[in-house]
């Protein structure tokens, strides 16, 4: 790898594969592999087919660091090569993934006598992405925004921060909440039309790990002390530890700290995502499976007349896209700038296009109930 750009060579690939890495049949690995995100019209040169298969590493013997360094670097590009103007894979993924706002009206008109359903993601897609996850504000704008959505359909918040610290950003009591990945689901307190029966906590995956996940914490805690920007946080249903501030040459070292604590772990899952590694219960259960969970829940389990728009901006939020393509209902929005491979149908460049998207949403609501 070299220090100006993120280019993987064959050689090195092969010897990162040498390294096992497993891609699950249900988890969130299942989805196409994510090709790094290009900046500021630059791209990227990766031997993707090998290396970025939205990968799931085990953490049961050998020595795999080297694996999870290769997929924290593929999760979270840091340098770029630059060139002077869109290249034509961006062109043709644009071409595939139009942007959700010029294709407003054929969105509308695909959801015609149909319940839409809303699903935001939170980091990255209601929030931008920030140094400091404990920052990861929502603007106020975005908030009313939610607020007014949430009232002319029903809304979900889909997160893999734990449901309490996502509500703590969000403080809007009238949505649903599916904290941790989905494993961790709560009906709307008050306020929301959309309520159904009793909406206290409607689901909880992975009680019994609880304690478990409570422990690693506290390991995972005292063990990448020593490493500056190293932040762990506990999700509640999984651990994120987040390298967004640690220095590129500290990676391997936190990586074997993190192994370190996980061997003694073998029901616990380590995944990569955007600056962060996450540590979960090996159950079956995604943000896709949430989304289900959720529609049950609104009583649309087997209703051909729903229309469930999911936004979000990660490689865990694939798993939702690819249950709304499967079920032929609704559709995905990425939420990026860059090209990536994606189950979504439609893109939306950044969170203020997202307000915008949701704006439009708002209006058009109205608008049909004035008549
Ligand atoms: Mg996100």
Known sequence: ???????????????????????SNSSIFTTAAQKPPPAHGGYFSISRNKLLKNLEINNNGGTRTNGWIDSMRASSPTHIKSTPS??????SWILHHPSALDMFEQIIAASKGKQIVMFLDYDGTLSPIVEDPDRAFMSDAMRK??????????????????????YSFVRLAELYYAGSHGMDIKGPAKGSKYKKGNQGVLFQAASEFLPMIDEVYKQLVEKTMSIPGAKVENNKFC??????????????????QVRSVLK????LRLSSGRKVLEIRPTIK??????LEFLLESLGF???????????????TDEDAFKILRD?????????????KDTSASYSLQEPTEVMNFLQKLVEYKRRSLRG
């Open 239 to 256: 651990v994120s530890v987040h390298y967004r501030c640690v220095e590129e040459k500290k990676w391997n070292e936190l990586a074997l």
């Open 301 to 315: 389990a087997n209703c051909t007349d729903v229309f469930p728009v999911y936004i979000g901006d990660d490689k």
């Open 285 to 290: 259960w995604d943000k896709g499976k949430a």
């Open 327 to 339: 079920r032929g209902q609704g559709f995905g929005i990425l939420v990026s700038k860059f090209p």
């Open 145 to 166: 925004t939610v607020k007014k959505l949430a009232r002319c359909f029903p809304t979900a918040i889909v997160s893999g921060r734990c449901r309490d610290k996502v």
């Open 1 to 23: 790898m070299t220090k100006q750009n993120v280019l993987v060579s064959e050689a090195q690939s092969a010897i990162n594969m040498a390294i096992t890495v497993a891609v």
């Open 264 to 267: 003694e772990y073998p029901k």
């Open 86 to 91: 869109l290249t034509d894979e961006q062109s």
